[in-house]
């Protein structure tokens, strides 16, 4: 089978593209002009050069694939306006599942994501559970599911998947959470109560697939997030562990911070400059984000694997062999012995 992955060049599309390969199909990235393909090719996926905004682009990147894998989105940058999370999070969407339409492929695997349902005021919440992006980025993906959502009630062979926060070996979103921690920095803003149910790309990618090879999977929408919903509090406790430092313990007030965020964004995003503070990074501390995962297990299979301990293990490693995080205490000691003898 031949198979189209969106963004297959970002983390979770590579995972996504990568599998697929090892499952004996033929791979095609749509990637955006002038982004790095070498690694892609390496490995002998082939890449195609377009924009979600663009039709024409989309219609060449879908020719003669049976399964389409649509993983690409604008996450949330600054120095565009909203509309553009429009342009490509729903224009694109609505580009490419007509594409397939046109096509005659067999599936269209979307990416939604679990924060279309923002604050989970009573979890853990299931795929019913009431719609309340927080954002501008979480609207525009909610938009696109919808789409997604309309085209299968047409008749178009259509599944989608929710995800929980992303994290793990190549992903950077937690990165300043890890850092900051190690370095003592960290402080947590609120009582540290809501919950944050993680989903490491290997179990997410798993899920993918069970999304593109369940006959039960068409028509259906599905929360994939990994087998544990900490609270912060815990969370930041088990990271701090495995990087062996002792437990945060700075705690800051919510509304302070809140209207902190709120002037910078006022100040900032005029310019296109990134503010040094968000609402939504507030959002991170205040929202429960604890998600149900049972329709996905008993319809599809969807079998997450990694324990958070393993997952925050795994990510920390390979934090360290990129240089973005610390030695450990044990090898800083080693190398300083060494360079020292």
Not at 89 to 111: D, P, S
Not at 114 to 142: M, T, W
Request: with cysteine.
């Amino acid at each position: 089978m031949k198979c189209l992955v969106t963004g297959a060049n970002g983390v979770t599309g590579s995972y996504v593209a990568k599998a697929l390969q090892r499952a004996g199909h033929q791979v095609r990235g749509m990637v955006r002009p002038g982004r790095a393909t070498a690694e892609m090719e390496a490995l002998g996926i082939e890449a195609v050069e377009g924009e979600l905004t663009s039709a024409s682009d989309v219609e060449r990147a879908v020719r003669g694939c049976d399964q389409i894998y649509h993983i690409a989105a604008v996450f949330r940058t600054a120095g565009h306006p909203d509309s553009y999370y429009t342009d490509v999070n729903v224009g694109g969407t609505i580009h490419l599942l007509e594409a397939a339409r046109k096509a005659g492929c067999e599936r269209v695997v979307h990416c939604s994501t679990g924060g279309v349902h923002g604050h989970i005021a009573v979890g853990p919440a299931n795929e019913e559970y009431r719609f309340a992006p927080d954002d501008v980025y979480q609207r525009s993906k909610l938009e696109g599911e919808l789409a997604a959502v309309a085209a299968s009630r047409r008749g178009q062979p259509v599944a989608i998947f929710r995800p929980g926060p992303i994290y793990g070996e190549g992903d950077l979103r937690f990165l300043k959470l890890f850092r900051t921690i190690q370095k003592r920095q960290f402080a947590m803003i609120g009582n540290g109560r809501p919950h944050l149910q993680m989903v490491h790309l290997d179990d997410l990618t798993q899920g993918i697939l069970c999304c593109g090879s369940r006959p039960e999977a068409l028509g259906q929408v599905f929360l994939l997030a990994g087998p544990e919903a900490p609270t912060l509090n815990e969370l930041t406790k088990l990271i701090a562990a495995e990087l062996q430092v002792g437990p945060p313990f700075i705690r800051i007030p919510v509304w302070p911070v809140y209207t902190a965020g709120w002037l910078c964004e006022m100040l900032c995003v005029p310019f296109g400059i990134d503010p040094p503070l968000h609402r939504r990074r507030v959002g991170f501390f205040t929202h429960n984000r604890e998600f149900d995962i049972s329709k996905a297990r008993r319809m599809i299979g969807y079998d997450p694997k990694v324990s958070l301990r393993e997952g925050i293990r795994r990510t920390i490693a390979w934090y360290r062999t990129q240089g973005l995080l610390a030695p450990a205490p044990a090898d800083r000691r080693a190398a300083e012995e060494a360079s020292t003898g």
